[in-house]
């Protein structure tokens, strides 16, 4: 849920240009794994059409691999964006992450509780607003918010923390730095649990009971094993940056393109796959992170990275989408379907079905989604931006110790 980020400096004669290039790959798995979460929670509506097919089996039910798709972009871009030291000091990153994720969220969340007639309580509410598990049950999720599929935004902020934190200390080794604290909360807080230590998301002990500092769900997530699809992303970053460049050489960018085209038909395979076993790197985030390494190495094959600029109109279509990812990832489950209920049932007098239905729900999800990032979302990192430049004069004007 990451945004591409990129530093900006400015040459002689006062030209602004970006100091790395943007990564048209990740740009667009962003607007593919948002579509698949679309796809993936209105898959349900198809039962109409296969009555005979199990809810686990109809299409598009392995769609919520595009959270994990998220956090291993995630991962990516938080170190390919902090490449520059002026880009990665720790309080300016703070607040781009805060502005980023958490007003858009909240507001959200405050939209489609007050459209509700029969509403959470109030303990669900404002856990939803600061992003904080509902209950010790059914982990990674631990619980459904307000907007049920912002239950991954808390481990983005979690994320997001730690590697603040450790930019606090390093900006050299920021990922071993950060991927170290990752794998360390995860042991740790799975050994405070109490139970077996698991690899898989939906496996994480919860104990009856538990007495300590920390509630069992806090425990939970910190301990998740899904936070290491941040790691994989670190990584990935990593290696992008240093043999990216030695990639594009003719000599090689046919096995990269080879070997990038193949493991994005692995991603396919376990797309179409009719076994569900969660998230995570051992279950569809194994599929998720091939889909990753193969858009990355494929992207890496052309012979200069400009050869992927947006100028057809499938890339458009999806560096479009990559740029609506966000908020099509809060609406279209929530506000997007009640006001598809509310114009079939009170103007329409109209309830259609099936496929009717799910081409319905993601045509208003598009639409708001876009109608949001274009007068909410940016107004947000608007905000951020502002509160930075603020913080840049009042560091120049204070006085010298």
């Not at 390919?80 to 990153?93: I, K």
Request: overall charge positive; some cysteine.
């Amino acid at each position: 849920m990451a945004e591409q980020g990129q530093s900006l400096t400015r040459a002689k004669g006062g030209k602004i240009h970006t100091s790395f290039e943007f990564v048209v790959s990740i740009q667009v798995l962003r607007g593919i794994a948002a579509l698949l979460v679309v796809l993936y929670h209105h898959s349900h509506y198809l039962a109409a059409v296969l009555p005979t097919t199990a809810p686990g089996r109809l299409p598009f039910a392995g769609g919520y691999a595009g959270v994990d798709i998220f956090f291993i972009i995630s991962g990516f871009m938080i170190v390919y964006s902090t490449q520059e030291r002026s880009h990665a000091r720790p309080l300016e990153f703070a607040i781009r992450r805060f502005f980023r994720v958490v007003p858009l969220a909240q507001l959200a969340t405050l939209a489609y509780y007050f459209s509700l007639t029969s509403r959470p309580p109030p303990s669900v509410l404002w856990r939803s607003l600061f992003l904080v598990p509902i209950s010790d049950v059914d982990p990674p999720k631990f619980g459904f918010p307000v907007i049920a599929q912002a239950w991954a935004l808390s481990y983005e902020l979690i994320f997001y923390t730690i590697f603040a934190g450790v930019l606090l200390f390093t900006h050299r080794r920021r990922v071993i730095a950060a991927s170290a604290v990752v794998v360390a909360s995860v042991v740790s807080c799975q050994w405070a649990l109490g139970g077996p230590m698991t690899v898989f998301p939906n496996g994480v002990y919860l104990p009856n009971g538990h007495g300590g500092i920390l509630p069992p769900e806090a425990l939970g997530e910190l301990g998740n094993p899904i936070l290491l699809e941040f790691v994989l992303g670190m990584t990935l970053a990593d290696a992008y940056i240093k043999y990216g460049t030695w990639l594009r050489d003719s000599r090689r960018a046919w096995v990269a393109r080879f070997s990038g085209l193949a493991l994005v038909a692995v991603f396919v395979l376990t797309y179409l796959s009719p076994e569900n076993p969660g998230n995570g790197l051992l279950n569809k985030g194994m599929g998720a992170a091939c889909l990753v390494v193969g858009a990355l190495l494929v992207e890496v094959s052309l012979p200069r990275p400009g050869a992927l600029a947006p100028r057809r109109n499938l890339l458009r279509l999806g560096m479009w989408l990559g740029s609506i990812s966000y908020p099509l990832y809060l609406v279209h489950f929530a506000i997007a379907e009640r006001i598809v209920r509310r114009l079939c049932s009170f103007f329409l007098s109209w309830n259609p079905e099936g496929v009717v239905r799910v081409f319905i729900l993601i045509a208003v999800s598009l639409a708001l989604a876009a109608v949001v990032q274009r007068f909410v979302e940016t107004r947000f990192l608007d905000l951020g931006r502002l509160l930075i430049r603020a913080l840049h004069r009042r560091t120049r004007i204070s006085p010298s110790p």
